[in-house]
């Protein structure tokens, strides 16, 4: 007979695969969070000198020196000054000098801004007129020792 309290056969299994993959999930949502970077929030200025070992996410504005492994900048994130990282990927707004390896370009990137890198994805649109971008063999002064 069928008790109608009781779950049908095969119920049990499916329920535990569905508490596995939620605690797979929590697993990994919790090792994303655990993470570390150094985070400058939306709303937050920084000005000095950066340095980290983590990567860098910035939401809110940095004016000066950054260096670390990976810099994103977010659509809110704004950067200005001298930046060494080995990737470089921003939504945002950046400006002055960057030495990095890759470089993931979208937002808007300012006026005489340098960006010294091996690979270079730009997506970028003129808020009005036309952008120009300038290509050659970086200058010696400015290569990482």
Known sequence: ?????????????????????????????????TEKRTLVEDGTKF????????????????EGNVEGPALTVSATGVISGKVTATTLKSEGKVSGEFEVETANLAGTVGHNTVVVASALDVKLEAPSGKLQLTFGQPDASRRRS
């Open 1 to 33: 007979m069928n008790d109608p309290k009781r779950p049908p056969f095969g119920t049990a299994t499916s329920a535990a695969s569905a508490t596995s993959a939620t605690s797979a999930a929590s697993a990994t949502s919790a090792t994303i969070a």
């Open 47 to 62: 000005k000095g000198t950066l340095s980290s070992t983590c990567p860098i996410h910035v939401q809110g504005a940095i």
